[in-house]
Protein backbone atom coordinates (compact mmCIF):
# COMPACT_ATOMS: atom_id res chain seq x y z
CA UNK A 1 0.00 0.00 0.00
CA UNK A 2 1.74 2.97 -1.18
CA UNK A 3 1.39 6.43 1.48
CA UNK A 4 0.95 9.88 -0.63
CA UNK A 5 -0.38 13.09 -0.27
CA UNK A 6 0.57 16.55 1.33
CA UNK A 7 -1.22 19.36 2.82
CA UNK A 8 -0.74 21.36 -0.53
CA UNK A 9 -0.75 20.30 -4.22
CA UNK A 10 0.20 21.70 -7.30
CA UNK A 11 -3.89 22.09 -7.74
CA UNK A 12 -3.61 24.89 -5.49
CA UNK A 13 -2.81 28.66 -5.72
CA UNK A 14 -0.28 28.48 -3.42
CA UNK A 15 3.48 28.07 -4.36
CA UNK A 16 5.07 25.14 -2.56
CA UNK A 17 8.63 26.11 -1.74
CA UNK A 18 11.32 24.03 0.20
CA UNK A 19 14.87 24.45 1.21
CA UNK A 20 16.39 23.93 -2.12
CA UNK A 21 13.93 26.38 -3.63
CA UNK A 22 12.95 29.22 -1.36
CA UNK A 23 15.97 31.41 -1.85
CA UNK A 24 15.86 31.74 -5.83
CA UNK A 25 12.27 32.49 -5.99
CA UNK A 26 12.16 34.62 -3.00
CA UNK A 27 15.27 36.74 -4.88
CA UNK A 28 14.22 36.31 -8.50
CA UNK A 29 10.85 38.03 -7.31
CA UNK A 30 9.91 41.41 -7.70
CA UNK A 31 6.67 40.76 -5.86
CA UNK A 32 6.47 39.89 -1.59
CA UNK A 33 5.53 37.33 -0.48
CA UNK A 34 3.68 35.67 2.48
CA UNK A 35 4.72 32.47 3.69
CA UNK A 36 3.22 29.88 5.53
CA UNK A 37 5.95 27.98 7.43
CA UNK A 38 3.46 24.68 8.55
CA UNK A 39 4.11 20.90 10.01
CA UNK A 40 2.36 18.95 8.24
CA UNK A 41 1.59 16.44 11.28
CA UNK A 42 0.38 19.52 13.19
CA UNK A 43 -3.61 19.12 13.08
CA UNK A 44 -4.22 22.91 13.55
CA UNK A 45 -1.84 23.44 9.88
CA UNK A 46 -4.45 20.28 8.64
CA UNK A 47 -6.77 22.19 9.53
CA UNK A 48 -6.14 25.65 8.29
CA UNK A 49 -5.13 24.69 5.15
CA UNK A 50 -8.06 25.18 3.38
CA UNK A 51 -8.03 28.80 4.52
CA UNK A 52 -4.84 29.79 3.29
CA UNK A 53 -5.73 27.57 -0.16
CA UNK A 54 -8.83 29.82 -0.45
CA UNK A 55 -6.54 33.11 0.35
CA UNK A 56 -4.16 32.20 -2.17
CA UNK A 57 -6.86 31.68 -5.00
CA UNK A 58 -8.63 34.42 -3.92
CA UNK A 59 -5.55 36.69 -4.66
CA UNK A 60 -3.82 34.90 -6.96
CA UNK A 61 -4.55 37.70 -9.69
CA UNK A 62 -2.30 40.30 -7.48
CA UNK A 63 0.60 37.70 -8.03
CA UNK A 64 2.45 40.46 -9.63
CA UNK A 65 2.40 42.23 -6.26
CA UNK A 66 2.26 39.63 -3.80
CA UNK A 67 2.77 36.07 -3.75
CA UNK A 68 1.43 33.28 -1.18
CA UNK A 69 3.65 30.78 -0.51
CA UNK A 70 3.91 27.55 2.11
CA UNK A 71 6.93 25.17 3.37
CA UNK A 72 6.55 22.24 5.46
CA UNK A 73 9.04 22.51 8.79
CA UNK A 74 8.11 18.57 9.20
CA UNK A 75 10.75 17.93 5.95
CA UNK A 76 13.75 16.79 7.09
CA UNK A 77 15.36 19.01 4.98
CA UNK A 78 13.08 21.87 5.42
CA UNK A 79 14.68 21.94 9.53
CA UNK A 80 17.53 23.80 9.22
CA UNK A 81 15.72 26.67 7.15
CA UNK A 82 12.87 26.29 9.61
CA UNK A 83 15.54 27.28 11.93
CA UNK A 84 17.16 29.88 10.19
CA UNK A 85 14.02 31.65 10.17
CA UNK A 86 13.14 31.30 13.67
CA UNK A 87 10.19 28.87 13.10
CA UNK A 88 8.75 27.71 16.65
CA UNK A 89 5.43 27.03 16.37
CA UNK A 90 3.31 26.08 13.32
CA UNK A 91 1.64 27.70 11.70
CA UNK A 92 4.06 30.90 11.75
CA UNK A 93 3.67 33.24 8.76
CA UNK A 94 6.37 35.61 7.59
CA UNK A 95 6.51 38.35 4.96
CA UNK A 96 9.34 38.80 2.81
CA UNK A 97 10.01 41.75 0.69
CA UNK A 98 12.98 42.60 -1.47
CA UNK A 99 14.51 45.67 -1.06
CA UNK A 100 17.96 46.97 -2.66
CA UNK A 101 18.81 43.21 -3.91
CA UNK A 102 18.12 42.24 0.06
CA UNK A 103 15.25 39.98 0.95
CA UNK A 104 13.47 41.61 4.06
CA UNK A 105 11.85 39.66 6.56
CA UNK A 106 9.04 40.82 8.55
CA UNK A 107 7.44 39.36 11.62
CA UNK A 108 4.42 37.45 11.96
CA UNK A 109 1.04 37.45 10.59
CA UNK A 110 -1.98 36.58 13.11
CA UNK A 111 -3.81 33.92 11.91
CA UNK A 112 -7.52 34.46 11.57
CA UNK A 113 -10.08 31.21 9.67
CA UNK A 114 -11.99 33.73 7.60
CA UNK A 115 -10.21 34.79 4.54
CA UNK A 116 -12.23 38.28 4.13
CA UNK A 117 -10.55 39.19 7.25
CA UNK A 118 -7.33 37.46 6.60
CA UNK A 119 -6.62 39.12 3.04
CA UNK A 120 -7.33 43.02 5.53
CA UNK A 121 -5.17 41.38 8.41
CA UNK A 122 -2.20 40.68 6.29
CA UNK A 123 -2.87 43.28 4.29
CA UNK A 124 -3.21 46.12 7.46
CA UNK A 125 0.62 43.77 8.77
CA UNK A 126 2.03 45.17 5.25
CA UNK A 127 1.02 48.60 5.81
CA UNK A 128 2.84 48.58 9.15
CA UNK A 129 5.71 48.10 7.64
CA UNK A 130 5.91 50.68 4.74
CA UNK A 131 8.66 53.50 5.08
CA UNK A 132 7.41 56.89 6.38
CA UNK A 133 5.09 59.41 3.95
CA UNK A 134 7.03 61.13 2.03
CA UNK A 135 4.45 62.88 -0.48
CA UNK A 136 0.99 62.48 -1.36
CA UNK A 137 1.57 60.13 -3.81
CA UNK A 138 0.92 56.51 -3.76
CA UNK A 139 3.27 54.20 -5.70
CA UNK A 140 2.18 51.18 -6.29
CA UNK A 141 5.41 49.41 -6.57
CA UNK A 142 5.74 46.55 -4.27
CA UNK A 143 3.11 47.46 -2.67
CA UNK A 144 5.16 51.02 -1.21
CA UNK A 145 2.58 52.99 0.09
CA UNK A 146 2.55 56.38 1.41
CA UNK A 147 -0.27 58.57 3.42
CA UNK A 148 -0.54 62.40 3.32
CA UNK A 149 -1.67 64.58 5.65
CA UNK A 150 -5.18 64.86 4.17
CA UNK A 151 -5.84 61.63 4.19
CA UNK A 152 -5.03 61.38 8.12
CA UNK A 153 -6.69 64.19 8.40
CA UNK A 154 -9.84 63.06 6.63
CA UNK A 155 -9.68 59.59 8.94
CA UNK A 156 -8.85 61.38 12.16
CA UNK A 157 -12.77 61.98 12.49
CA UNK A 158 -13.36 58.31 12.55
CA UNK A 159 -12.94 55.99 14.48
CA UNK A 160 -9.82 53.55 14.41
CA UNK A 161 -11.22 50.74 11.89
CA UNK A 162 -11.74 53.20 9.45
CA UNK A 163 -7.50 53.50 8.57
CA UNK A 164 -7.34 49.65 8.98
CA UNK A 165 -10.31 49.48 6.31
CA UNK A 166 -8.48 52.46 4.06
CA UNK A 167 -5.16 50.32 4.25
CA UNK A 168 -6.64 47.54 3.16
CA UNK A 169 -8.80 49.14 0.64
CA UNK A 170 -5.68 51.22 -0.68
CA UNK A 171 -3.33 48.04 -0.88
CA UNK A 172 -6.35 46.37 -2.93
CA UNK A 173 -6.63 49.18 -4.95
CA UNK A 174 -3.06 48.67 -5.57
CA UNK A 175 -2.90 45.07 -5.84
CA UNK A 176 -5.36 45.20 -8.07
CA UNK A 177 -4.11 48.18 -10.72
CA UNK A 178 -0.91 46.20 -10.67
CA UNK A 179 -2.27 43.55 -12.33
CA UNK A 180 -3.10 45.62 -15.20
CA UNK A 181 -0.15 46.73 -17.83
CA UNK A 182 -0.85 50.62 -17.60
CA UNK A 183 1.14 53.86 -16.23
CA UNK A 184 -1.63 56.13 -15.58
CA UNK A 185 -4.85 55.65 -14.84
CA UNK A 186 -7.87 58.01 -14.17
CA UNK A 187 -9.54 58.10 -10.99
CA UNK A 188 -13.13 56.44 -11.49
CA UNK A 189 -15.86 58.69 -11.73
CA UNK A 190 -17.13 59.39 -8.42
CA UNK A 191 -20.61 59.23 -9.80
CA UNK A 192 -20.44 55.93 -10.16
CA UNK A 193 -19.69 54.91 -6.24
CA UNK A 194 -21.12 57.53 -3.85
CA UNK A 195 -18.69 56.37 -1.12
CA UNK A 196 -15.62 56.35 -3.04
CA UNK A 197 -13.79 59.55 -2.25
CA UNK A 198 -10.76 61.33 -3.63
CA UNK A 199 -8.60 62.94 -0.97
CA UNK A 200 -5.14 63.87 -2.12
CA UNK A 201 -4.38 61.44 -4.77
CA UNK A 202 -5.33 58.80 -2.12
CA UNK A 203 -8.81 57.23 -3.22
CA UNK A 204 -10.78 56.33 0.44
CA UNK A 205 -13.89 53.97 0.10
CA UNK A 206 -15.88 53.95 3.62
CA UNK A 207 -17.51 50.80 4.12
CA UNK A 208 -18.85 49.01 6.88
CA UNK A 209 -16.22 46.43 7.58
CA UNK A 210 -19.52 43.64 8.37
CA UNK A 211 -20.62 44.09 4.62
CA UNK A 212 -18.83 42.72 1.97
CA UNK A 213 -17.76 46.04 -0.07
CA UNK A 214 -18.05 45.47 -3.86
CA UNK A 215 -14.78 47.85 -4.78
CA UNK A 216 -12.75 44.73 -5.89
CA UNK A 217 -15.02 43.72 -8.70
CA UNK A 218 -16.10 47.30 -9.25
CA UNK A 219 -12.62 48.41 -9.48
CA UNK A 220 -11.47 44.95 -11.78
CA UNK A 221 -14.04 45.96 -14.45
CA UNK A 222 -13.65 49.79 -14.10
CA UNK A 223 -10.08 48.76 -15.41
CA UNK A 224 -10.80 46.67 -17.78
CA UNK A 225 -12.96 48.74 -19.16
CA UNK A 226 -10.68 51.84 -19.75
CA UNK A 227 -8.69 52.12 -23.32
CA UNK A 228 -5.42 50.85 -23.93
CA UNK A 229 -5.44 49.01 -20.37
CA UNK A 230 -3.93 44.95 -20.96
CA UNK A 231 -3.81 42.29 -18.35
CA UNK A 232 -0.35 41.44 -17.98
CA UNK A 233 1.32 37.95 -18.32
CA UNK A 234 1.46 36.06 -15.01
CA UNK A 235 5.03 34.74 -14.05
CA UNK A 236 6.16 31.02 -15.65
CA UNK A 237 8.18 30.81 -11.97
CA UNK A 238 5.61 29.08 -9.85
CA UNK A 239 4.96 26.37 -12.15
CA UNK A 240 8.65 25.26 -12.07
CA UNK A 241 9.02 25.43 -8.42
CA UNK A 242 5.96 23.45 -8.45
CA UNK A 243 7.35 20.80 -10.59
CA UNK A 244 10.20 20.38 -8.73
CA UNK A 245 8.39 19.94 -5.67
CA UNK A 246 6.00 17.25 -7.53
CA UNK A 247 9.41 15.35 -8.67
CA UNK A 248 10.78 15.72 -4.99
CA UNK A 249 7.86 14.11 -3.26
CA UNK A 250 8.97 10.73 -2.35
CA UNK A 251 6.55 8.04 -1.81
CA UNK A 252 6.84 5.61 1.29
CA UNK A 253 5.71 1.94 1.65
CA UNK A 254 3.31 0.76 4.21
CA UNK A 255 4.93 -1.39 7.17
CA UNK A 256 2.90 -4.09 8.72
CA UNK A 257 1.80 -3.45 12.48
CA UNK A 258 0.33 -5.00 15.37
CA UNK A 259 -1.97 -2.84 16.62
CA UNK A 260 -1.77 -4.17 19.92
CA UNK A 261 2.17 -3.51 20.55
CA UNK A 262 4.00 -0.40 21.19
CA UNK A 263 7.25 0.05 19.22
CA UNK A 264 10.51 0.99 19.76
CA UNK A 265 10.88 2.74 16.26
CA UNK A 266 8.10 5.21 17.40
CA UNK A 267 9.59 6.01 20.32
CA UNK A 268 12.98 6.58 19.19
CA UNK A 269 11.14 8.84 15.93
CA UNK A 270 9.55 10.99 18.58
CA UNK A 271 12.44 11.57 20.57
CA UNK A 272 15.16 11.82 18.11
CA UNK A 273 12.64 14.46 16.07
CA UNK A 274 11.54 16.17 19.76
CA UNK A 275 15.34 16.55 20.53
CA UNK A 276 17.11 17.50 17.18
CA UNK A 277 13.95 19.74 15.56
CA UNK A 278 11.58 20.77 17.99
CA UNK A 279 13.52 21.47 21.28
CA UNK A 280 16.26 22.52 18.46
CA UNK A 281 14.26 25.37 16.80
CA UNK A 282 15.02 27.49 20.28
CA UNK A 283 18.48 28.65 19.63
CA UNK A 284 19.19 29.30 23.42
CA UNK A 285 17.48 27.59 26.49
CA UNK A 286 17.10 30.02 29.88
CA UNK A 287 14.99 30.50 32.91
CA UNK A 288 11.51 28.25 32.51
CA UNK A 289 12.04 26.97 29.46
CA UNK A 290 15.80 25.60 30.67
CA UNK A 291 14.20 24.47 34.01
CA UNK A 292 11.79 22.03 31.87
CA UNK A 293 14.26 20.88 29.45
CA UNK A 294 16.33 19.89 32.63
CA UNK A 295 13.72 18.15 34.21
CA UNK A 296 12.27 16.49 31.17
CA UNK A 297 16.20 15.26 30.70
CA UNK A 298 15.92 13.57 34.02
CA UNK A 299 12.78 12.26 33.62
CA UNK A 300 13.51 10.28 30.16
CA UNK A 301 16.89 9.51 31.59
CA UNK A 302 15.36 8.00 34.14
CA UNK A 303 12.37 6.02 32.98
CA UNK A 304 12.64 5.54 29.18
CA UNK A 305 12.47 2.77 28.63
CA UNK A 306 15.10 2.10 25.59
CA UNK A 307 17.82 0.95 24.14
CA UNK A 308 21.23 0.82 25.95
CA UNK A 309 23.07 2.97 23.60
CA UNK A 310 19.95 5.49 23.65
CA UNK A 311 19.58 5.44 27.19
CA UNK A 312 23.28 6.07 27.78
CA UNK A 313 22.88 9.37 25.65
CA UNK A 314 19.82 10.02 27.74
CA UNK A 315 21.99 9.63 31.06
CA UNK A 316 24.68 11.47 29.64
CA UNK A 317 22.77 14.48 28.55
CA UNK A 318 21.30 14.61 31.87
CA UNK A 319 24.73 14.23 33.86
CA UNK A 320 26.33 16.65 31.59
CA UNK A 321 23.05 19.23 32.48
CA UNK A 322 23.58 18.98 36.22
CA UNK A 323 27.02 19.41 36.11
CA UNK A 324 26.45 22.84 33.88
CA UNK A 325 25.70 25.72 36.38
CA UNK A 326 24.64 27.74 33.72
CA UNK A 327 21.04 29.68 33.59
CA UNK A 328 21.49 29.85 29.47
CA UNK A 329 22.42 27.03 27.31
CA UNK A 330 22.86 27.72 23.65
CA UNK A 331 21.01 24.66 22.11
CA UNK A 332 23.22 24.03 19.48
CA UNK A 333 26.22 22.88 22.41
CA UNK A 334 23.12 19.88 23.31
CA UNK A 335 22.68 19.27 19.91
CA UNK A 336 26.38 18.48 19.52
CA UNK A 337 26.01 15.80 22.65
CA UNK A 338 22.52 14.59 20.97
CA UNK A 339 24.51 14.51 17.68
CA UNK A 340 27.31 11.59 18.81
CA UNK A 341 27.32 9.11 16.06
CA UNK A 342 30.01 7.22 17.97
CA UNK A 343 28.19 3.47 18.44
CA UNK A 344 31.24 2.78 20.05
CA UNK A 345 31.73 4.86 22.82
CA UNK A 346 28.43 3.10 23.79
CA UNK A 347 25.73 6.16 23.31
CA UNK A 348 23.41 6.77 20.20
CA UNK A 349 20.36 7.81 19.04
CA UNK A 350 19.41 7.46 15.39
CA UNK A 351 18.46 10.40 13.82
CA UNK A 352 16.16 8.28 11.26
CA UNK A 353 12.60 8.66 11.00
CA UNK A 354 10.26 5.37 11.03
CA UNK A 355 6.74 5.53 11.94
CA UNK A 356 5.43 2.21 12.35
CA UNK A 357 2.69 2.44 15.32
CA UNK A 358 2.49 5.86 14.32
CA UNK A 359 2.81 6.20 10.37
CA UNK A 360 -0.36 7.47 9.06
CA UNK A 361 -2.16 6.58 5.89
CA UNK A 362 -1.14 9.86 4.19
CA UNK A 363 1.79 11.63 4.96
CA UNK A 364 0.47 14.20 6.90
CA UNK A 365 -1.19 11.95 9.37
CA UNK A 366 -0.16 10.70 12.94
CA UNK A 367 3.68 10.93 12.75
CA UNK A 368 5.15 13.03 15.77
CA UNK A 369 2.03 13.94 17.81
CA UNK A 370 1.45 10.07 17.79
CA UNK A 371 4.47 9.47 19.28
CA UNK A 372 4.48 12.18 22.22
CA UNK A 373 1.68 10.99 23.65
CA UNK A 374 2.58 7.19 23.70
CA UNK A 375 6.24 8.12 25.08
CA UNK A 376 4.09 10.51 27.93
CA UNK A 377 1.66 7.51 28.45
CA UNK A 378 4.56 5.10 28.65
CA UNK A 379 6.55 7.45 31.22
CA UNK A 380 3.06 7.27 33.50
CA UNK A 381 3.21 3.86 33.38
CA UNK A 382 6.78 3.79 34.13
CA UNK A 383 6.83 5.82 37.09
CA UNK A 384 4.08 3.40 38.45
CA UNK A 385 5.89 0.62 37.47
CA UNK A 386 9.15 1.52 39.07
CA UNK A 387 9.16 3.86 41.38
CA UNK A 388 12.54 2.96 42.78
CA UNK A 389 14.12 4.50 38.82
CA UNK A 390 13.20 8.26 40.07
CA UNK A 391 14.66 8.17 43.59
CA UNK A 392 17.39 10.75 44.46
CA UNK A 393 15.96 13.01 41.66
CA UNK A 394 13.49 15.10 43.97
CA UNK A 395 10.96 13.74 42.01
CA UNK A 396 9.90 10.53 44.37
CA UNK A 397 7.13 11.96 46.19
CA UNK A 398 5.50 13.91 43.70
CA UNK A 399 2.99 11.10 41.92
CA UNK A 400 1.88 14.15 39.28
CA UNK A 401 5.51 14.43 38.30
CA UNK A 402 5.06 13.58 34.55
CA UNK A 403 1.74 15.01 33.89
CA UNK A 404 3.35 18.44 35.78
CA UNK A 405 6.66 18.26 33.05
CA UNK A 406 4.55 17.18 30.33
CA UNK A 407 2.15 20.21 30.89
CA UNK A 408 5.54 22.08 30.69
CA UNK A 409 6.97 20.44 28.31
CA UNK A 410 3.90 21.35 25.79
CA UNK A 411 3.32 24.87 26.95
CA UNK A 412 6.85 25.68 26.38
CA UNK A 413 7.84 23.54 23.01
CA UNK A 414 5.27 21.81 21.45
CA UNK A 415 4.93 23.08 18.25
CA UNK A 416 1.40 22.85 17.27
CA UNK A 417 0.14 26.05 20.08
CA UNK A 418 -3.65 25.68 19.50
CA UNK A 419 -3.10 21.87 20.56
CA UNK A 420 -0.96 23.48 23.97
CA UNK A 421 -3.71 25.46 24.90
CA UNK A 422 -6.50 23.40 24.72
CA UNK A 423 -3.75 20.75 26.79
CA UNK A 424 -3.46 23.60 29.37
CA UNK A 425 -6.78 23.97 29.61
CA UNK A 426 -7.49 20.55 30.68
CA UNK A 427 -4.35 20.51 33.27
CA UNK A 428 -5.61 24.01 34.41
CA UNK A 429 -8.78 22.38 35.29
CA UNK A 430 -8.25 18.88 37.18
CA UNK A 431 -4.20 18.04 36.66
CA UNK A 432 -4.12 18.87 40.82
CA UNK A 433 -6.54 16.43 41.66
CA UNK A 434 -4.13 13.73 40.98
CA UNK A 435 -2.73 12.36 43.80
CA UNK A 436 -1.18 8.47 43.24
CA UNK A 437 0.86 7.32 40.40
CA UNK A 438 -1.59 5.17 39.14
CA UNK A 439 -4.53 8.06 39.30
CA UNK A 440 -1.61 10.17 37.16
CA UNK A 441 -2.13 7.25 34.18
CA UNK A 442 -5.77 7.12 34.37
CA UNK A 443 -5.71 11.07 34.43
CA UNK A 444 -3.38 11.12 31.16
CA UNK A 445 -5.51 8.08 29.90
CA UNK A 446 -9.04 10.31 30.28
CA UNK A 447 -7.68 13.87 28.84
CA UNK A 448 -6.40 11.76 25.48
CA UNK A 449 -9.69 10.32 25.07
CA UNK A 450 -11.40 13.45 25.69
CA UNK A 451 -9.15 15.02 22.89
CA UNK A 452 -9.99 12.22 20.43
CA UNK A 453 -13.70 13.02 20.90
CA UNK A 454 -13.12 16.55 19.97
CA UNK A 455 -10.94 15.41 16.91
CA UNK A 456 -13.19 12.75 15.80
CA UNK A 457 -14.06 13.62 12.03
CA UNK A 458 -11.77 16.82 11.94
CA UNK A 459 -9.68 16.43 8.74
CA UNK A 460 -6.56 15.49 10.83
CA UNK A 461 -8.07 12.14 11.23
CA UNK A 462 -6.45 9.47 9.32
CA UNK A 463 -9.40 7.17 8.24
CA UNK A 464 -7.26 4.17 8.78
CA UNK A 465 -6.75 5.02 12.60
CA UNK A 466 -9.96 6.76 13.61
CA UNK A 467 -10.66 8.88 16.77
CA UNK A 468 -12.40 6.74 19.08
CA UNK A 469 -12.62 6.05 23.26
CA UNK A 470 -9.49 4.47 23.17
CA UNK A 471 -9.29 1.20 24.12
CA UNK A 472 -11.98 -0.54 21.96
CA UNK A 473 -14.31 -3.18 23.20
CA UNK A 474 -11.77 -5.61 20.77
CA UNK A 475 -8.66 -4.46 22.64
CA UNK A 476 -10.15 -4.77 25.80
CA UNK A 477 -13.40 -6.34 25.78
CA UNK A 478 -13.05 -5.74 30.34
CA UNK A 479 -12.48 -2.33 29.85
CA UNK A 480 -16.24 -1.65 29.08
CA UNK A 481 -19.51 -2.38 31.46
CA UNK A 482 -22.66 -1.81 31.02
CA UNK A 483 -24.82 -0.33 33.62
CA UNK A 484 -28.48 0.36 33.46
CA UNK A 485 -27.99 -0.41 29.51
CA UNK A 486 -25.92 2.56 29.22
CA UNK A 487 -21.96 2.37 28.76
CA UNK A 488 -19.00 3.33 31.52
CA UNK A 489 -15.38 2.44 31.89
CA UNK A 490 -14.18 -0.40 34.53
CA UNK A 491 -11.28 1.99 35.43
CA UNK A 492 -9.94 -1.34 37.25
CA UNK A 493 -9.64 -3.20 34.18
CA UNK A 494 -8.79 0.27 31.88
CA UNK A 495 -5.44 0.78 34.54
CA UNK A 496 -4.26 -3.40 34.44
CA UNK A 497 -4.61 -2.30 30.54
CA UNK A 498 -2.81 0.36 30.41
CA UNK A 499 0.04 -0.67 32.51
CA UNK A 500 0.44 -3.84 30.42
CA UNK A 501 -0.09 -1.75 27.07
CA UNK A 502 2.60 0.84 27.97
CA UNK A 503 5.61 -1.51 29.44
CA UNK A 504 8.75 -2.47 28.73
CA UNK A 505 7.08 -5.86 27.58
CA UNK A 506 5.12 -4.91 25.21
CA UNK A 507 7.81 -2.73 22.87
CA UNK A 508 8.01 -4.32 19.62
CA UNK A 509 11.76 -3.74 18.08
CA UNK A 510 10.90 -4.41 14.65
CA UNK A 511 12.04 -1.33 12.02
CA UNK A 512 14.38 -0.01 14.52
CA UNK A 513 17.59 1.11 13.11
P1 LIG B 1 -3.17 9.71 18.81
O1 LIG B 1 -4.32 10.42 19.41
O2 LIG B 1 -1.93 10.50 18.59
O3 LIG B 1 -2.83 8.45 19.71
C1 LIG B 1 -1.64 7.71 19.55
C2 LIG B 1 -1.88 6.30 20.03
O4 LIG B 1 -2.17 6.31 21.42
C3 LIG B 1 -3.09 5.63 19.40
O5 LIG B 1 -2.74 5.04 18.17
C4 LIG B 1 -3.49 4.61 20.44
O6 LIG B 1 -2.68 3.45 20.32
C5 LIG B 1 -3.13 5.28 21.74
N1 LIG B 1 -4.26 5.95 22.38
C6 LIG B 1 -5.34 6.54 21.81
N2 LIG B 1 -6.14 7.04 22.76
C7 LIG B 1 -5.57 6.78 23.95
C8 LIG B 1 -5.92 7.05 25.29
N3 LIG B 1 -7.07 7.67 25.61
N4 LIG B 1 -5.09 6.65 26.27
C9 LIG B 1 -3.95 6.00 26.00
N5 LIG B 1 -3.56 5.70 24.73
C10 LIG B 1 -4.36 6.09 23.73
N6 LIG B 1 -4.51 17.77 17.45
C11 LIG B 1 -5.45 18.68 17.12
O7 LIG B 1 -5.84 18.74 15.95
N7 LIG B 1 -5.99 19.50 18.06
C12 LIG B 1 -5.60 19.49 19.36
O8 LIG B 1 -6.06 20.27 20.18
C13 LIG B 1 -4.58 18.57 19.73
N8 LIG B 1 -4.11 18.53 21.00
C14 LIG B 1 -3.07 17.69 21.31
C15 LIG B 1 -2.52 17.71 22.60
C16 LIG B 1 -1.42 16.92 22.91
C17 LIG B 1 -0.83 16.98 24.30
C18 LIG B 1 -0.84 16.07 21.91
C19 LIG B 1 0.37 15.24 22.23
C20 LIG B 1 -1.40 16.03 20.64
C21 LIG B 1 -2.50 16.83 20.33
N9 LIG B 1 -3.08 16.82 19.05
C22 LIG B 1 -4.06 17.70 18.72
C23 LIG B 1 -2.71 15.77 18.10
C24 LIG B 1 -3.72 14.61 18.16
O9 LIG B 1 -4.13 14.34 19.49
C25 LIG B 1 -3.14 13.32 17.60
O10 LIG B 1 -1.93 13.05 18.25
C26 LIG B 1 -2.89 13.36 16.11
O11 LIG B 1 -4.08 13.73 15.43
C27 LIG B 1 -2.47 11.96 15.60
O12 LIG B 1 -3.51 11.05 15.91
P2 LIG B 1 -3.35 9.48 15.96
O13 LIG B 1 -4.38 8.85 15.11
O14 LIG B 1 -1.95 9.13 15.64
O15 LIG B 1 -3.64 9.06 17.47
Not at 3 to 25: H, N
Not at 78 to 104: A, G, M, Q, T, V
Not at 481 to 508: A, C, M, P, Q
Request: aromatic share 12%; with cysteine.
Amino acid sequence: QARAGKLYSSQDSVVILDSKTIKKALLNSSSAWVLEFYSSWCGHCINYAPTWKALASDVKDWEPAIKIGVLDCAEETNYELCKEYDIRFYPSFRFFKLEEKKLLLRSDFRINRFICVLSACYINSLQSFLPPLKSQEMSCSQLTLSFSTPTSAFFSQKKSHYMCVLSFVVVEVCAQILIFDSQILPPPPPSVTPNFKKVGSVFCFCFSPNRQHPLRSYLSSYLKSLPGVKRKLLSQENVAIKHHKEENNAIETWKTLDRSLLYMSDLESGLHYLLRVELASHKTLEGAELKTFKDFTILIAKLFPGRQPVVKLLETLQEWLVSLPLDKIPYNAILDLVNNKMRISGMFLSNRIQWVGCQGSRQQLRGYPCSLWTLFHTLTVQAAIRPEALRNTGFEDNPRVVLQIMRRYIQHFFGCRECAQHFEEMAEESMDSVKTVDEAILWLWKKHNAVNKRLAGAPSEDPEFPKVQWPTPDFCPACHKSIKGLHTWNEDEVLKFLKRHYSTENISYKYTV
